[in-house]
């Protein structure tokens, strides 16, 4: 079957660093997406990682590796409004999203 | 860049009444739409593919009769509730993809159902 695992909760302060990881099980994989969602709203595209290795966007970066199904979010320099639910989600080979359960993450000041 | 709206944000309705959902792709065709569900905590269940021209593939669980959608053209998908319950009363969100893009996923603002 397909499943992706992401923790279910973090806490970190504000100004610090945060890592957050996905492993996934896909039937094929065509790429691994990051998106961010506030309470009551839709989810916001973070990235998109096809190829193994370190994307970097500003204070968030996306890793993939795809030999071991694992990829992880970094968040530098954290700040209250990063407080939200990071959606983890694989491309698999007809092109469907697969979605994780979400890592509900805490910033604390 | 993309852009998909979705309206109504917010709806109460009672039960037993039907609510119709839109969605839209403004600045691109989009041929295959997705309607999602998203009860408090937890992750977004897909509920069915619409395809233009075509009837909708619905997921294991999702009663096509009660949730109806119609992909009429290539910028709107609609998602009518029929028969309200008050469980059915949650977050529906669609998505739609670019062909030119079709690895990203777009999603609309989502509108919160709430059956009274």
């Known amino acids: 079957g397909q499943n992706i695992d992401q923790p279910t909760e973090m806490t970190a302060t504000e100004g610090a660093i945060v890592q957050i990881n996905c492993t996934y099980q896909t039937s094929g994989f065509n790429g691994l997406f990051w998106y961010q969602q506030h309470a009551g709203e839709a989810p916001t595209f973070l990235s998109y990682?096809?190829l193994d290795g370190l994307e970097e966007k500003g204070r968030f970066s996306s890793f993939l590796s795809r030999s071991k199904g694992y990829s992880y979010l970094l968040l530098k320099e954290l700040q209250m409004k990063d407080s939200a639910s990071y959606l983890c989600a694989a491309l698999d080979s007809n092109y469907q999203l697969i979605w994780g359960a979400g890592t509900k993450l805490i910033i604390k000041p | 860049g993309a852009v998909v709206s979705q309206h109504p944000s917010w709806v109460i309705c009672k039960s037993g009444t039907s609510v119709k959902i839109e969605c839209r792709s403004l600045d691109f065709q989009a041929t295959t739409m997705f309607w999602y569900r998203q009860f408090p905590k937890q992750s977004l269940m897909l509920m069915a593919t619409s395809n233009e021209g075509s009837k909708a593939t619905y997921e294991q669980g999702v009663e096509k009769d009660k949730f109806l959608i119609n992909h009429a053209s290539l910028t709107l998908s609609t998602l009518t509730v029929t028969s309200a319950h008050p469980e059915d009363s949650s977050f529906y969100i669609c998505?739609?993809?670019?062909?030119?893009?079709?690895?990203?996923?777009?999603f609309g603002q989502g509108t919160r159902l709430t059956v009274v």
């Open positions: 990682n096809v």
């Open positions: 998505s739609a993809r670019n062909p030119d893009r079709v690895a990203e996923a777009f």
